[in-house]
């Protein structure tokens, strides 16, 4: 993965102000695949995308993430260290991006839903039929080509469980113990979400410190970000001495 430069970096924040949630998403996973044309991105599996935006997050941030959520069954505060590298490899799984099943002399191949998939089939009176609709590939009865709306509930499951085991990145939970009760709470982890949590306190940070080397050396903004982030804090603490 190229790493954007903190140039780089700031113009996607300064995008993706003007963004919705999936917005923002989409501006991240161009920032983590830039060798892809940004058209085709919202076309991948889900848990690729999950995966591609928890290795910039990895890259740009580190290791270590710190989550807090409330225990769903006395409400408590937890909050913990969360290893980005060990929760990425327990779901990790890259493979084809067709699943193809067979039941009860039914045939089926199913294309993993993206995110441009889920959108759409959110949309719909019935996502679920959407969803499958749009995503599947083939499917015929003993050797007779059928559509989704001709698929029985078993097949129907089959398709579901394939999918899910195909990409398992596509659903990053954590389940969580509550240290006061004992219950655990259940989680999904927002990674776009909580990566522009990140870059937004990030880019602010930033920004200060432009603002602050430009009145202290009169340098432009492109000089101040040209710096390594060591040179510029060594550049603010002398500024601090003074």
């Known amino acids: 993965m ?61 290791e270590r993430m710190q989550v807090r959520l409330d225990c769903a069954a006395c409400g408590e505060d937890m909050e913990f260290d969360l290893d980005a590298g060990e929760f990425a490899r327990s779901v990790s799984g890259r493979g084809e991006s067709v699943v193809r099943v067979a039941q009860d002399g039914w045939e089926a191949e199913f294309r993993l839903p993206g995110i441009a998939d889920l959108a759409a089939a959110a949309r719909a009176a019935d996502p679920r039929a959407a969803l499958l609709a749009r995503c ?27 999918a899910e085991a195909a990409d398992p990145a596509a659903d990053m939970t954590l389940d969580v113990a509550c240290p006061e009760c004992g219950d655990a ?12 949590t990140e870059l937004d306190s ?18 432009s903004e492109p000089e101040i970000l040209a710096l390594s982030p060591l040179r510029r804090r060594y550049y603010l603490e002398l500024c601090a001495d003074v």
């Open 185 to 196: 709470t259940r989680a999904e982890l927002d990674i776009a979400s909580y990566l522009w």
């Open 136 to 162: 599947l590939v083939a499917a015929a009865h003993e050797g007779t080509a059928a559509t989704a709306d001709d698929l029985p509930e078993p097949v129907r499951r089959r398709i579901a469980e394939a």
């Open 2 to 62: 190229a790493i954007t430069g903190a140039a780089g970096l700031l113009a996607t924040w300064e995008a993706g102000l003007a963004e919705a949630p999936a917005g923002r998403a989409l501006l991240l996973h161009r920032t983590a695949r830039p060798d892809l044309d940004a058209r085709a991105l919202p076309a991948l599996p889900v848990g690729e995308r999950e995966t591609d935006l928890f290795a910039l997050r990895r890259a740009l941030f580190g």
């Open 202 to 219: 990030w880019a602010r940070d930033l920004l200060l410190d432009v603002h602050l080397l430009a009145t202290a050396y009169g340098w």
